[in-house]
């Protein structure tokens, strides 16, 4: 029954990745009888119903996961972000944050670059363009291995070696636009400039 649950979650998990999430839900679904990696099923449940656009149905799936990590906190997180239910948001990025702390882990990680990320998107929404830049560049940082500047003006210009490319798109591209806001806001030209250097350092990473 092991390997069973294990091969078809990892079957229901390409689905996920390749779109098909109503296969992906049906058979996530039917292995909850076998009690086997059920938390992992749980969350993978509600990772699809978010693709999904069922942000509720995912949020009562995400808290029927028993174990507290920071992947789990970052989805329940991006499910309030999604609701536009930000201080919920922002109390799951925190934990996760905290768990981080309690740990002591100061290695890059890429769960770690979605909280910063998620911290980021929820104070573009609240018009808080520099604390979210500023978390854009952390969240960068956390993603790109040879890349250590926390200079927000500055962008990664080289993408060889093991890279989370589409994450690190997404952030390159979400600072790119949270400086395009602030020039709109009447920030000045130099805004401007820097959101078109930060969307051009994204399209390189997009040739690798």
Partial sequence: KYFVV???????????????????????????????????????????????????????????????NESKYNDLARAYILLHEYDSATAYLNAALQIRENLQRTQKNIDHAYTLKYLGDINVQQGSLDKAINYYQAAIIQADPDFNDTNVLHNPTS????????????????????????YASGAGKSFLIKSFETYASSLELSKH
């Fill in 159 to 182: 993408f060889y070696g093991l890279h989370q490319s589409f994450f690190l798109f997404d952030a390159l591209t979400a600072k790119a636009a949270a400086f395009q806001l602030k």
């Fill in 6 to 68: 294990n091969y078809k979650n990892n079957i229901a998990s390409a689905y996920r990745k390749t779109g098909d999430y109503g296969q992906a839900l049906t058979i996530y679904q039917s292995l909850i009888r076998y009690n086997i990696n059920k938390n992992e099923l749980l969350q993978n449940i509600g990772v699809t119903l978010l693709e999904t656009g069922n942000y509720r149905e995912a949020v009562s799936y995400l808290k029927m996961v028993a174990y507290k």
